[in-house]
C-alpha cells in the first residue's frame, strides 16, 4: 500500500468547511456578493445577528458547531445548553464569546476568570493590570466592581432607583472588595438658575394681574372710638394687613364720638393710638404711590413693547425695471436668502457674555446634591474604597457644581460607611470639605476597627478642620498612613494632630503627609516638638509647605532627625535653601544612621551635597541589611568584627554553592540503572579523500564493509552461544542479532518484517526510489 503525505497538516476526520478554488468561480462569487449593510436594510433580514457570508475562506473560521456555539452565547448567559455545558471546548468558546458589554445582572454567575479578566482589561484605565496572570488577581470582584460603578455613575442625581440598586448588590456583595467612584452625576444647570436674571436687550413682560394684586386698605379715621371696639379692629388689621377695611359713614361716627367724649379730656392712650393710626395711615399712603408707580411703569412697558412690535408700513412698489443685459459673472442677480425670522426673536442673548455669567456663578454648596451614597454600605466584604467628585467626565470642568458636594451627600456617606467593618483602605480625594462635612465623617471613620489608611488630599481643607483631624486619630489602634497632602491646615490641625500622637495606642502611624499644605513657623516648631519621643511616624513628608523663614525649616528638621529615632523616610521636595543651611541639614543626616530614603530635589544641592547626602543613605541601607556591624554585644572588638566580615561571602555565591551542593546529593542518590548489552556495535567509518567525490561509489564501499563486519560478528557470536540459546528464535528476540541493511537487496518480505522499528515511515519508498535512480 501506498503511504500518501498529508500537506495540509489537518488531522483525519476533521470536518472542514469551504468553496471551490476554481479562479472563474471566486470571480463569480465576488461580482456578485452582496455588501454587508444590505442584509440589514431588507425587511427579511434585518433581526439577523449571525452572517455566514462573512466567514466565507476565512482564515479562522471554526467548525459549524462552534459558530453555533458563539452564536448561542451571543443570546445570553443565564441558561447554557447541555451540549455545550458538558463539552470543555464548547464551554471555553462560549465564555470567550461572552460581550464584555453584558449588563451585571445577567453575567455576575460567570465564574470564568477569562472573561472577567476581558472586562476589567477594557474598562479599566490601569494598563499594569495586563501583565498579571489569571491566578495574581481578583478578576471577577474587580470586574463586578466596575460594571457596578457604571450604572452607579450612569445615574441621574435627582433619580435613584434605590430599589434595584440593592437588589443588585445584595447578588454581588460577597465578592466585591474595591471600589473606584470618580464622576458621579450633578444637578442639572436648571437647578441653579438664580431667581432674578440678569437685563437683557427686551425687557420681560410683566401682567396686569402681578400689579393689581396689591390691596391697600383705606385710612383709619381720627375719631376714637371705644377701647374694646379699638383693640378688637388694631387685632384684625394685624392679622389681615391686605383685607379691605368696610367705609362707614365718617359723619355719624364722628357725631357719636364728639357726643360720647365731649365732656372728657383726652389722656395720655389716646395721644399714643393717635400716633400709631397715623403711622398706619402715612404707610398706606406709601402703598398707593407704590402701586401707582407701578402701575405707570407697567403702561409704559407695554407702549415700549407696542412700539418694538410696530412693523414699518411697507413701502409702495416701485416700478419694475428693465433688466440689464448679462454681460459677465458680475452682471448676474443673485436673489438673498429667505428669512429664518432670527432678527425677530426678542430674546437673542450674547452666548458669549452668558458664558461668562455661568463660569461666575457661585454655586451653593448645600443644593449640590448627588445620588445617596449610603448604598456603599451593602458591601460588607469592602476592603478599599476611593471616591473623587470630579463630575460626569464631560470637559466642562469651569462648571463648579460638577466639584461641590452637600453635607447631606456626607451625612448619606457616614450611614453607609458604619457598616463597612472590613473597611482598610478610604480616600475621599478632590474634593470640597470643610468642618461640618468632616465631622460626620470622621466620627464614623474613627469607629471603623481594621481602617489602616485615609487619604484626604486635594480637599482644599481650610484649618478649622483640624479638631476633627485629632477625633479621626484619636483610636486605640492607630492608623498606619494620614495622606493631607494639598490642603490649607496650619497650627489648629497640626496642634490637633500632635495631641493625637501624644497618646498611647496599640500601634504606630507610619506615615505622615503634609505636603502643599502652608504650615506657618510656628505649626511646623509645634509639630516637630510633638512627634520627637513618640513612636510614630516613621515616613515624613514635607515637600513644598511654603515656610518664609528657611532657617526655621531647617533647625526643626535637624532637631527631628537627630533626635526621632523611629524616622526612615524623610521627604522636602522643593523647598529651596542656602549653602549654610544645606551643610547644617547634610551633618544632621549623617548623625542619624536609620535613614533609608530622602529626597531633597529643588532645594538647591549642588553635585557633591546630592552625592554625599545619597552616600550616607547607601551607609545606612548597608548597616540595616548587615544588621551584624551594629552588634556591640557579639562582636565588642573591631577586629573580631572585620574576621566575620572577611567569613561572609556575596548572596548570590552562597545561593549558587547551595544549589551545587544539593545537585550534587541528589547524584548520589540517583538509582543505577542495570547496563544492557550492545545490541549493534560502532562501525568505524574509513573516509577516502578523492578529487572526484562520488557519493554512490562512497556508499557502496561502507554497505560491503557493513556486511563483513556483519558476518564476523555473527561467526563469533555463534561460537561463543551456548546450544540452548541457538534455539532462541529471531523473532522472538530482536536485539540477539544485528539488522543489517543494504538497499541495493532490499525486498518488501523486509521492511514487513522490519516496519515496526523506529525511523521514518515512508523509508522503504525512499531508499526504493533511491535505488533505482542509480540505475
Not at 467593618?421 to 468632616?438: D, E, G, P
Request: glycine residues 4%; charged residues 30%.
Amino acid at each position: 500500500m501506498d503511504l500518501e503525505d498529508n500537506d495540509n497538516g489537518l488531522p483525519v476526520g476533521l470536518p472542514t468547511f469551504g468553496i471551490p478554488n476554481d479562479p472563474l468561480l471566486r470571480a463569480v462569487y465576488d461580482l456578485y456578493r452582496p455588501p454587508e449593510d444590505s442584509f440589514r436594510q431588507m425587511q427579511s433580514e434585518r433581526n439577523r445577528d449571525t452572517f455566514s457570508e462573512a466567514f466565507i475562506e476565512h482564515e479562522r473560521v471554526g467548525t459549524l458547531a462552534d459558530l453555533c456555539v458563539r452564536a448561542l452565547a451571543k443570546r445570553g448567559t443565564m441558561h447554557i445548553v447541555d451540549p455545550v455545558r458538558l463539552n470543555p471546548l464548547w464551554m471555553r468558546i462560549h465564555y470567550d464569546s461572552i460581550d464584555v458589554n453584558l449588563p451585571l445582572r445577567e453575567c455576575y454567575f460567570v465564574e470564568d476568570a477569562r472573561f472577567w479578566k476581558r472586562v476589567v482589561l477594557a474598562k479599566s484605565s490601569e494598563q499594569c493590570l495586563s501583565l498579571k496572570g489569571l491566578d495574581d488577581y481578583d478578576w471577577r470582584g474587580k470586574g463586578m466592581s466596575i460594571k457596578y460603578v457604571e450604572l452607579v455613575e450612569a445615574c441621574p442625581a435627582s433619580l435613584w432607583p434605590e430599589k434595584e440598586m440593592s437588589e443588585l448588590a445584595e447578588l454581588i456583595r460577597d465578592y466585591v472588595r474595591c471600589m473606584d467612584i470618580r464622576h458621579l452625576q450633578s444637578l442639572s444647570e436648571f437647578s441653579f438658575r438664580r431667581l432674578e436674571r440678569h437685563s437683557s436687550d427686551t425687557e420681560p413682560e410683566v401682567s396686569s394681574e402681578v400689579s393689581d394684586g396689591i390691596e391697600v386698605s383705606s385710612d383709619e379715621l381720627s375719631t376714637p372710638k371705644s377701647r374694646s371696639d379699638e383693640g378688637e379692629e388694631e387685632q384684625e388689621q394685624e392679622t389681615e394687613p391686605l383685607k379691605k377695611t368696610f367705609v362707614r359713614d365718617n359723619t355719624l361716627i364722628a357725631f357719636k364720638v364728639s357726643a360720647e367724649f365731649a365732656d372728657s379730656d383726652e389722656s395720655t392712650s389716646d395721644m399714643e393710638r393717635r400716633e400709631a393710626r397715623r403711622d398706619r395711615n402715612a404707610a398706606r399712603q406709601k402703598l398707593r404711590e407704590l402701586k401707582m408707580a407701578q402701575e405707570a411703569e407697567h403702561e409704559q412697558r407695554k407702549q415700549r413693547r407696542v412700539n418694538l412690535l410696530k412693523r414699518e408700513p411697507e413701502p409702495p412698489p416701485k416700478r419694475r425695471r428693465r433688466p440689464k443685459p448679462v454681460r459677465g459673472v458680475f452682471d448676474i442677480t443673485v436673489e438673498p436668502e429667505p428669512d429664518d425670522g432670527e432678527d425677530q426673536i426678542l430674546d437673542h442673548r450674547n452666548k458669549t457674555k452668558y458664558l461668562q455669567y455661568l463660569k461666575q456663578f457661585d454655586y451653593d454648596e448645600d443644593t449640590c446634591h448627588h445620588i445617596d451614597l449610603s448604598f456603599v454600605g451593602h458591601f460588607v466584604n469592602l476592603v478599599s474604597l476611593n471616591l473623587e467628585f470630579l463630575g460626569p467626565g464631560e470637559g466642562t470642568s469651569y462648571h463648579k457644581r460638577h466639584l461641590r458636594f452637600s453635607l447631606k451627600d456626607m451625612v448619606h456617606l457616614s450611614k453607609g460607611l458604619a457598616k463597612l467593618v472590613n473597611l482598610q483602605i478610604f480616600r475621599l480625594r478632590n474634593s470640597h470639605l470643610n468642618a461640618f462635612k468632616l465631622y460626620p465623617l470622621c466620627r464614623v471613620l474613627r469607629a471603623l476597627p481594621q481602617l489602616h489608611v485615609v487619604d484626604l488630599g486635594y480637599d482644599q481643607m481650610t484649618d478649622d478642620c483640624g479638631p476633627y483631624l485629632g477625633i479621626l486619630l484619636d483610636r486605640q489602634i492607630m492608623l498606619k498612613a494620614l495622606e493631607l497632602e494639598y490642603n490649607q491646615l496650619d497650627m489648629k490641625s497640626v496642634a490637633a494632630i500632635g495631641v493625637a500622637l501624644q497618646k498611647t495606642t496599640d500601634s504606630n502611624l507610619q506615615y505622615l503627609g503634609l505636603a502643599h499644605n502652608r504650615l506657618s513657623s510656628g505649626a511646623l516648631e509645634h509639630l516637630c516638638e510633638r512627634i520627637t519621643g513618640t513612636e510614630h511616624v516613621e515616613e515624613l513628608n514635607l515637600s513644598a509647605i511654603g515656610l518664609s523663614f528657611p532657617r526655621v525649616f531647617v533647625e526643626e528638621v535637624c532637631r527631628l532627625l537627630r533626635n526621632h529615632k523611629p524616622l526612615r523616610r524623610l521627604e522636602m521636595v522643593a523647598t529651596p535653601l542656602g549653602a549654610d543651611l544645606r551643610r547644617e541639614l547634610i551633618c544632621a543626616l549623617e548623625t542619624n544612621p536609620n535613614i533609608i530614603y530622602f529626597d531633597g530635589r529643588a532645594c538647591n544641592f549642588e553635585e557633591d551635597e546630592e552625592f554625599e547626602a545619597d552616600m550616607i543613605v547607601r551607609r545606612n541601607l548597608a548597616m540595616t541589611e548587615n544588621t551584624y556591624v551594629r552588634d556591640t554585644a557579639q562582636f565588642p572588638d573591631t577586629l573580631e568584627l572585620l574576621e566575620h566580615a572577611k567569613s561572609l561571602r556575596h548572596p548570590l555565591v552562597t545561593r549558587i554553592e547551595e544549589s551545587v551542593a544539593q545537585q550534587k546529593e541528589c547524584f548520589k542518590n540517583y538509582p543505577t540503572w542495570k547496563s544492557s548489552r550492545v545490541s549493534v556495535e560502532d562501525v568505524p567509518v574509513i573516509e577516502k579523500e578523492e578529487s572526484d567525490y562520488d557519493i554512490w561509489t562512497v556508499f557502496a564501499l561502507q554497505t560491503q564493509q557493513n556486511s563483513f563486519l556483519v558476518q564476523n560478528s555473527t561467526e563469533k557470536a555463534a561460537t561463543v552461544q551456548e546450544p540452548a540459546s541457538q534455539k532462541i528464535s529471531q523473532s522472538s528476540s530482536p536485539r540477539s542479532s544485528v539488522f543489517s541493511f543494504d538497499p541495493n537487496n532490499f525486498t518488501l518480505e523486509q521492511f514487513r518484517e522490519h516496519v515496526y522499528q523506529p525511523g521514518p515511515g515512508n523509508r522503504y519508498n525512499y531508499f526504493v526510489e533511491k535505488r533505482d535512480s542509480k540505475f
